[in-house]
């Protein structure tokens, strides 16, 4: 199987369609979640269980501070996921715009005050 997200190029540099790249490859975005995507997948997937258990709790007609109970722990662990993205969109999308600089370290910044402004909210 061969990648098509990069043209190829020649020995020479010349990608395969005849322009001129100075390159091999072309550079890939990653979010910064992406090494940790198969933990943030397993959490998301719990939380996804804490809530249908909740629906249940209900559903059975559960005490109310049962259900509360439960309704807080599946909200740390809501806030566990989200402040572990916003620390690995800090350290690395955050991180690469302010050392590009401009106006996309400007908007990164921007951006990720405004989620942290909405997580201290929430």
């Keep these: 199987m061969t990648d098509t997200t990069a043209p190829t190029t020649a020995p020479d540099d010349t990608a395969t369609d005849g322009i001129a790249t ?3 490859e072309a550079p890939a975005h990653h979010h910064g ?5 198969e ?5 998301l997937r719990r939380i996804e269980g804490q809530a ?9 007609e559960q005490y109310c501070i049962d259900i509360l109970t439960q309704v807080s722990a599946m909200t740390k662990a809501l806030q ?8 690995d969109h800090l350290r ?19 951006e990720a ?3 942290i402004a909405r997580l201290v909210r929430s």
Excluded at 39 to 43: E, I, M, S, V
Excluded at 52 to 60: A, E, I, Y
Excluded at 80 to 87: D, K, M, N, P
């Design 52 to 60: 249908r258990g909740l629906q249940r709790m209900v559903d059975d």
């Design 33 to 37: 979640y992406i090494s940790a995507k």
């Design 39 to 43: 933990d943030y997948l397993k959490r």
């Design 80 to 87: 566990a996921v989200s402040l572990g993205l916003l620390e």
């Design 92 to 110: 690395h999308c955050v991180t690469d715009a302010v050392a590009a600089g401009g106006d996309e370290a400007d908007a990164k910044i921007r």
């Design 113 to 115: 005050s405004d989620a």
């Design 22 to 24: 100075g390159t091999t």
